[in-house]
């Protein structure tokens, strides 16, 4: 019963900002890592951000200076602000977390968020 429901996807300008957010519900005892992966059309999912619960963030090379990740523990949200958008960073955004619920840990995905980035 837990999900994680992505929103702030979009159609934006080269250079333009988008915010993602991430939501996550259900019966959740508690939430470590977090983060943000992105599919491109023909390529392997790949990580953008990750976030761990005491806030510690890591990012990919190719965002690092644009995007930032940020977390709101008590609103178990995490959000991507993605700033001087490219078009190669046009893609599927997908949110993810571990997640403890009941007896069971596990990751868990969103289904996923269209960024697309006109040139």
């Known amino acids: 019963q837990v999900q994680l429901v992505e929103s702030g996807g979009g159609l934006v300008q080269s250079g333009g900002s988008l915010r993602l957010s991430c939501a996550a519900s259900g019966s959740i005892l508690s939430i470590s890592d977090m983060g943000w992966y992105r599919q491109a059309p023909g390529k392997q999912r790949e990580v953008v951000a990750t976030i761990t619960s005491g806030g510690n963030t890591d990012y990919a090379d190719s965002v690092k200076g644009r995007f930032t990740i940020s977390r709101d523990n008590a609103k178990k949200m995490v959000y991507l602000q993605m700033n001087s958008l490219k078009p190669e960073d046009t893609a599927v955004y997908y949110c993810?977390?571990?997640?403890?619920?009941?007896?069971?840990?596990?990751?868990?995905w969103g289904q996923g968020t269209q960024v697309t980035v006109s040139s």
């Open positions: 993810y977390g571990r997640i403890t619920a009941g007896l069971r840990r596990a990751d868990y």
